[in-house]
Nanobody
Framework: VQLVESGGGLVQAGGSLRLSCAASGDTFGIKSMSWYRQAPGKQRELVATAADGTGTNYVDFVKGRFTISRDNTKKTLYLQMNSLKPEDTAVYYC????????WGQGTQVTVSS
């Protein structure tokens, strides 16, 4: 399975972006997908997870601002990010909760103050 993230960019604080993660290859059986992010000098961290049958989960620092969704027919995962803050600046990646697949190149999100 290959993962390709897109949709990042430069936005002012308070703005919005919608990220996409397109999966190719044998995606049959993938039950859950997650978004991660990695800021400069920091470890990669989980942001949100969308799981078949159990809904969605978010880490506290994005609750109420980010929304994860998936379109299984298009093999695409989305992350709608609203009310962006400078501390959201990072490279965003997608993968399973178990980090099963090779990481894609990520998509850079930069939020200016």
């Amino acid at each position: 399975v290959q993962l390709v993230e897109s949709g990042g960019g430069l936005v002012q604080a308070g703005g919005s972006l919608r990220l996409s993660c397109a999966a190719s290859g044998d995606t049959f059986g993938i039950k859950s997908m997650s978004w991660y992010r990695q800021a400069p000098g920091k470890q990669r961290e989980l942001v949100a997870t969308a799981a078949d049958g159990t809904g969605t989960n978010y880490v506290d620092f994005v609750k109420g601002r980010f929304t994860i969704s998936r379109d299984n027919t298009k093999k695409t995962l989305y992350l709608q990010m609203n009310s962006l803050k400078p501390e959201d600046t990072a490279v965003y990646y997608c993968n399973t909760p178990g980090r099963t697949y090779s990481w894609g190149q990520g998509t850079q999100v930069t939020v200016s103050s």
